[in-house]
């Protein structure tokens, strides 16, 4: 039996939904129903970073449900990354077993763990029953190849988790060539817990054919297109394409209260730059014309220039997403 009330997470992703991305994104754009911070670690001295602990601070994170993820493969750790987010009143975190980027994975961290079952269920072991919080998990399908996933999923059966989303590609790929849906069909069964699908659902006719296909699976989550084309969510709730004649206006403005909140807190001009121009390697890809869009962001070298290409683009170009 099709479940017609999906939910859908908007995807962590590390410099870009950040607490004012996802909170502008909340203000503008329907159909979202939580989201999952970029992924949180301490350092060498045990602590996060201060943009880390602006990021997830309760008064930041009111106008939507909030999972902060974090990446550890420390028992002492999670256990203190937990206590800390639960006094903070969070109800659930994400344990990021995903990761793909050498500096991590080769420390068996993120997706680095996956080929290390015995390692990720003697962390588990240690913490489930520790800490004061509902945990979900984050994985790729294997670092190596998705053999990793199906010997890791019959062995997490046994811990309390709410749910685990399966970004479908391996640790290898990085974010290239396309996500595997077949391996993760495969995972349905080799697991009691309730799976997530993550990776390329990049259009509604997209994620229509996965709804189709995954009859059992009601959760989902959108990261990359969801930037590019934030009506995306709001299309897939609705079943139809948002009004075509309005998006670029709705687009516009959620930019301004975007560019306004980075203006009014990033220190110099070179930090609102480079932020804006992260965002728009993303957002170019909704306009006619995206690599010209893209490469007049790229090449603004001062927030007078950046403001003279922005309105250009506004009303010479189309939305085209
Ligand atoms: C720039 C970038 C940063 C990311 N940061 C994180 C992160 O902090 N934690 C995480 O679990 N996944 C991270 N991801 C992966 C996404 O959450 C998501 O799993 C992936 O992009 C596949 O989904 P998509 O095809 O819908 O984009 C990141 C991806 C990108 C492109």
Request: hydrophobic share 35%; glycine share 4%.
């Amino acid at each position: 039996m099709q479940n017609l009330l999906s939910k859908i997470s908007l995807a962590p992703l590390q410099g870009i939904t950040d607490y004012y991305f996802r909170n502008a994104f909340q203000t503008h754009f329907k159909g979202l129903d939580e989201v999952y911070t970029p992924f949180l670690r301490l350092d060498k001295k045990k602590t996060l970073k201060s943009s880390q602990i602006k990021d997830i601070l309760p008064e930041n994170n009111s106008k939507i449900r909030v999972i902060p993820q974090i990446l550890t493969n420390s028992v002492q750790d999670f256990i203190y990354l937990s206590n800390y987010l639960a006094d903070l009143g969070y109800e659930e975190i994400n344990w990021n077993l995903g990761c793909p980027f050498p500096m991590v994975a080769k420390r068996q961290m993120g997706s680095g763990l996956l080929p290390y079952p015995e390692k990720i269920e003697h962390i588990l072991e240690q913490v489930v029953n520790t800490i004061p919080i509902k945990l979900s998990i984050k994985m790729r399908l294997g670092y190596e190849n998705e053999e990793e996933i199906y010997k890791i999923l019959p062995l997490l059966d046994k811990f309390s988790l709410t749910e685990i989303i399966i970004h479908a590609r391996i640790g290898k790929q990085m974010y290239k060539g396309n996500a595997n849906p077949d391996a993760f069909e495969k995972c349905i069964n080799l697991t009691k817990h309730q799976l997530s699908y993550n990776g390329d659902i990049i259009s509604l006719e997209s994620f229509q054919q996965l709804n189709k296909r995954f009859e059992t699976i009601n959760s989902w989550m959108i990261g990359r297109s969801a930037i590019s084309n934030p009506f995306l969510i709001e299309e897939i709730k609705k079943g139809e394409t948002c009004n075509k004649s309005q998006k670029l206006e709705r687009f516009s403005e959620f930019h301004s209260d975007l560019y306004e909140q980075f203006s009014n807190t990033l220190s110099g001009s070179g930090h609102i730059l480079s932020k804006m121009t992260h965002l728009w390697e993303y957002f170019s890809q909704s306009f006619s014309n995206s690599r010209k869009v893209y490469k007049a962001i790229k090449k603004s070298n001062s927030i007078r220039k950046f403001e003279e290409n922005i309105h250009h683009i506004f009303n010479k170009e189309d939305w085209i997403a």
